[in-house]
């Protein structure tokens, strides 16, 4: 028999982190959890990446994760955005060795693409198809709702990549 695979799913951001929780087990996709961690500028970066490190291993502990889905990084108008998410990032990797998990990274247009059917599928678009799987995530807060959809969109495409590439060994 197949052992349930829960992956976590993470948008990092030093603002707000989206996180989801989702399950496969018996060929079903449940939805554990999901949800956002907000994170006060005023505070500093140090409590900041402590906060991100606690709470992530809050959410690996408590739902027997097996598998972290990330977006790949990519540079946009920011260089110190992108160096500052790579302390998330380093956090994430951490985590995973220490409680032997699988990482796995995934280009945008893959997330994409596997949620919605295009690689060059808009934001709004990839939430829409999201929304429509998870309807529950309407109730979340609206400044978050997009950090919450990403990360059930990457979770997603951590899930079906996983499935399609265990068929193909």
Excluded at 115 to 123: C, I, L, N, W
Aim: charged content about 20%.
């Amino acid at each position: 028999m197949e052992q349930a695979q829960v992956i976590l799913g993470v948008d990092p951001g030093f603002h707000v982190t989206g996180f989801a929780l989702l399950k496969k087990e018996g060929g079903k996709v449940y939805l554990l959890d999901c949800g956002y961690l907000k994170m006060s500028a005023e505070r500093s970066l140090v409590e900041r990446t402590g906060q991100f490190h606690i709470f992530m291993l809050d959410k690996i502990t408590q739902a027997g994760v097996t598998e972290i889905a990330l977006e790949t990084s990519f540079l946009g108008k920011n260089p110190q955005t992108f160096l500052k998410l790579g302390y998330l990032r380093g956090i994430l990797y951490l985590l995973a060795h220490q409680h032997s998990l699988s990482i796995y990274e995934f280009a945008p247009r893959e997330v994409k693409a596997a949620v919605t059917g295009s690689g060059g599928a808009s934001k709004d678009q990839v939430a829409s198809m999201v929304i429509r799987l998870f309807p529950k995530i309407t109730q979340i807060h609206s400044l978050a709702r997009n950090d919450v959809t990403d990360a059930l969109a990457v979770g997603i495409c951590g899930i079906w990549r996983q499935s399609s590439r265990l068929q193909q060994l």
